[in-house]
């Protein structure tokens, strides 16, 4: 099973990645996708579907194609520099991957197949309130409801959530994959049309290589670094570990990411030999899916869903986005305008 859906992965960004035959039959579906798309996002604009706003200003972090771009990183570093700035951020997500369906809280100890496992790890490392919905304004109602003293809200992903009103839009995008081949879904993997970053308030490049065509330049543009140097036990958070500690073991990487192989050049670019073994975006892992022997090393967003039957061979690589100084300014001036 994990095989037919990692090939069937495959197909889909190949497709993506130019413009093939299939693109006959699928590009036509992507223009009705579009019209629908526009008429929704009017309709929003316009007041025929009210925009909820909540009583605190609100930061969307998402982005416009399919698949992780690293959103979650810069989550956790806009809210330790928001609240090193006397701001009380809390975070709501829709929850994806998990089966809650109501408003709930996420703690650090959630179960990840309830919460998803996006909203586990921003618990783990946000050390903000985090509640999660698939409605976005109920459930950052619930959350100001349970945390008076919060005074602001960042919405993992969402950009495409217009009934959930918004003061600034921030748009994450993988500089190695880019937008493919520019078409909208299902002939591409763009859930709006690339135009639509003008409108965002600044543009987050994932900086992982060499930028793709399909990028345009726009102002308030900046890149992100993920870094990374320790390793976590999982079965021992206390026992760290460096590259070359791994240096003469088999290694097997696991990344049931957006963008698997961006985890596996990070690996070998500390200089470790790997196996590599890629999943399906949010998979949900059983013990037999990582029966190998060795080493295994996972992202952390893998690690929160491993917890539960994790061995002293297992072992995750924490991540911290680093940004240029000037965005803070940037986003700070932004909420100034809008709430000052």
Same mark, same amino acid.
């Given at each position: 099973?994990?095989?037919?859906?990692?090939?069937?992965?495959?197909?889909?960004?190949?497709?993506?990645?130019?413009?093939?035959?299939?693109?006959?039959?699928?590009?036509?579906?992507?223009?009705?996708?579009?019209?629908?798309?526009?008429?929704?996002?009017?309709?929003?604009?316009?007041?025929?579907?009210?925009?909820?706003?909540?009583?605190?200003?609100?930061?969307?972090?998402?982005?416009?194609?399919?698949?992780?771009?690293?959103?979650?990183?810069?989550?956790?570093?806009?809210?330790?520099?928001?609240?090193?700035?006397?701001?009380?951020?809390?975070?709501?997500?829709?929850?994806?991957?998990?089966?809650?369906?109501?408003?709930?809280?996420?703690?650090?100890?959630?179960?990840?197949?309830?919460?998803?496992?996006?909203?586990?790890?921003?618990?783990? &490392?946000?050390?903000?309130? #985090?509640? %999660?919905?698939?409605? +976005?304004?109920?459930?950052?109602?619930? $959350? !100001?409801? /349970?945390? @008076?003293?919060?005074?602001?809200?960042?919405?993992?992903?969402?950009?495409?959530?217009?009934?959930?009103? &918004?003061?600034?839009?921030? #748009?994450? %995008?993988?500089?190695? +994959?880019?937008?493919?081949?520019?078409? $909208? !879904?299902? /002939?591409? @993997?763009?859930?709006?049309?690339?135009?639509?970053?003008?409108?965002?308030?600044?543009?987050?490049?994932?900086?992982?290589?060499?930028?793709?065509?399909?990028?345009?330049?726009?102002?308030?543009?900046?890149?992100?670094? !993920?870094?990374?140097?320790?390793?976590?036990?999982?079965?021992?958070?206390?026992?760290?570990?460096?590259?070359?500690?791994?240096?003469?073991?088999?290694?097997?990487?696991?990344?049931?990411?957006?963008?698997?192989?961006?985890?596996?050049?990070? !690996?070998?670019?500390?200089?470790?030999?790997?196996?590599?073994?890629?999943?399906?975006?949010?998979?949900?892992?059983?013990?037999?899916?990582?029966?190998?022997?060795?080493?295994?090393?996972?992202?952390?967003?893998?690690?929160?869903?491993?917890?539960?039957?994790?061995?002293?061979?297992?072992?995750?690589?924490?991540?911290?986005?680093?940004?240029?100084?000037?965005?803070?300014?940037?986003?700070?001036?932004?909420?100034?305008?809008?709430?000052?």
């Amino acid at each position: 099973m994990v095989g037919k859906r990692n090939r069937t992965a495959d197909w889909l960004q190949r497709q993506w990645r130019s413009i093939t035959l299939w693109h006959a039959l699928l590009i036509p579906v992507s223009w009705l996708f579009g019209t629908i798309s526009y008429l929704r996002r009017a309709l929003y604009k316009t007041g025929v579907f009210r925009q909820q706003r909540m009583a605190v200003p609100v930061i969307i972090i998402g982005n416009i194609s399919v698949g992780g771009t690293g959103k979650t990183p810069l989550v956790i570093w806009l809210t330790q520099q928001l609240a090193a700035h006397g701001w009380q951020p809390g975070i709501i997500s829709r929850g994806y991957g998990g089966s809650a369906i109501t408003p709930q809280h996420v703690s650090a100890y959630s179960d990840p197949h309830l919460s998803g496992d996006e909203p586990r790890l921003l618990a783990q &490392r946000a050390t903000c309130p #985090v509640w %999660i919905g698939r409605d +976005r304004p109920a459930a950052g109602r619930a $959350l !100001l409801a /349970a945390h @008076p003293e919060v005074n602001i809200l960042l919405s993992d992903d969402g950009l495409q959530h217009y009934a959930l009103a &918004r003061d600034i839009e921030i #748009v994450v %995008i993988d500089s190695t +994959r880019g937008f493919g081949n520019a078409c $909208l !879904l299902p /002939a591409g @993997p763009l859930r709006e049309p690339v135009k639509r970053l003008q409108q965002a308030d600044a543009v987050i490049i994932n900086q992982t290589g060499t930028a793709h065509p399909s990028i345009p330049t726009l102002p308030h543009t900046y890149a992100m670094q !993920l870094t990374g140097l320790d390793f976590t036990n999982l079965v021992h958070p206390e026992r760290l570990a460096v590259a070359t500690d791994f240096s003469q073991q088999t290694v097997h990487a696991v990344a049931g990411i957006g963008n698997p192989q961006r985890f596996f050049d990070q !690996l070998a670019s500390m200089g470790i030999r790997i196996i590599p073994h890629a999943f399906a975006d949010h998979y949900q892992y059983q013990p037999a899916d990582l029966n190998f022997p060795g080493i295994i090393i996972m992202t952390e967003k893998d690690a929160v869903k491993c917890q539960a039957f994790a061995t002293e061979a297992m072992w995750v690589l924490p991540v911290q986005a680093q940004l240029p100084a000037e965005l803070l300014p940037h986003i700070l001036a932004k909420l100034g305008k809008h709430h000052g």
